[in-house]
């Protein structure tokens, strides 16, 4: 893994109940405590950041994947969750992949077979299943409509 280093910023205001402005290079977004946790629950709370952060790369990775493949991608997008319990935490993506009408079905089995290599490929992601953190890809890859 290549080394990456990056700085992030919090200004806090008022306590448990308060929130806080987060800054980095190209992200500037309220934080706060989740309402569950006493707190106001008016920005991302850390959570969600964490989950961003393994949805950002994810799809950074996929993206460099399909375009390494020459495919020809007419929509990409992910949606992921995430959850906590008692026997650990797990994500799941859910991308959806649309080629062109006009590709193949060999194209459509390479984007089909990068949902589970980008997975594999993020960085952060496989850092977080250093930390025990179950992450998978479910989505599927689709012709667009004619």
Known sequence: ?????????????????????????YLKTDVAIPESKGGSGNG??????????????????????????????????????????DKGFHITHHPQIMLSASATEAQVQSAQRAIEGAEKGCDIGNLLKKAGVVIEAKGNASLESR
Not at 2 to 19: F, Q
Not at 47 to 61: I, N, Q
Request: net charge negative.
């Open 1 to 25: 893994m290549a080394e990456m280093k990056s700085s992030v910023k919090i200004v806090w205001n008022d306590g448990i109940a308060g929130n806080g402005i987060l800054n980095a290079d």
């Open 44 to 85: 991302a709370n850390p959570g969600e950041l964490l989950v961003s952060s393994a949805t950002a790369c994810y799809m950074a990775t996929l993206a460099v994947m399909l375009e390494t493949r020459e495919l020809p991608v007419v929509k990409l997008s992910v949606n992921s969750e995430a959850s906590i319990t």
